[in-house]
Nanobody
Framework: QVQLVESGGGLVQAGGSLRLSCAASGKIFSANAMGWYRQAPGKQRDLVAAITNGGSTNYADSVKGRFTISRDNAKNTVYLQMNSLKPEDTAVYYC??????????????WGQGTQVTVSS
């Protein structure tokens, strides 16, 4: 029942920056993680970065040192600051929320996806 609205995607040249935002319209359960996944044509959807309700972060190796995830709990919003972008970062980026209302049973909510294109 969590609704996610993304913004900030677009076209940028290699070496540039973008900031993605995702706002949740519904109340998120206290035990949760917010994050970003991406999917390029012909590839699987992979985790880019995530942040828990307690502030712990997790990054894909390919984006460490370049991307930073953060959240504003008062606004139910998660951000992804993307710096030093590379053409291989080109993908559809999906906002994700995982809620653990039951131990060991995460429930996923997804945004509609936003295109990020990095040109050479």
């Amino acid at each position: 029942q969590v609704q996610l609205v993304e913004s900030g995607g677009g076209l940028v040249q290699a070496g540039g920056s973008l900031r993605l935002s995702c706002a949740a319209s519904g109340k998120i359960f206290s035990a949760n993680a917010m994050g970003w996944y991406r999917q390029a044509p012909g590839k699987q959807r992979d985790l880019v970065a995530a942040i828990t309700n307690g502030g712990s972060t997790n990054y894909a190796d390919s984006v460490k040192g370049r991307f930073t995830i953060s959240r504003d709990n008062a606004k139910n919003t998660v951000y992804l600051q993307m710096n030093s972008l590379k053409p291989e970062d080109t993908a559809v980026y999906y906002c994700n929320v995982k809620e653990w209302r039951i131990l060991g049973v995460p429930v996923d909510s997804w945004g509609q996806g936003t295109q990020v294109t990095v040109s050479s």
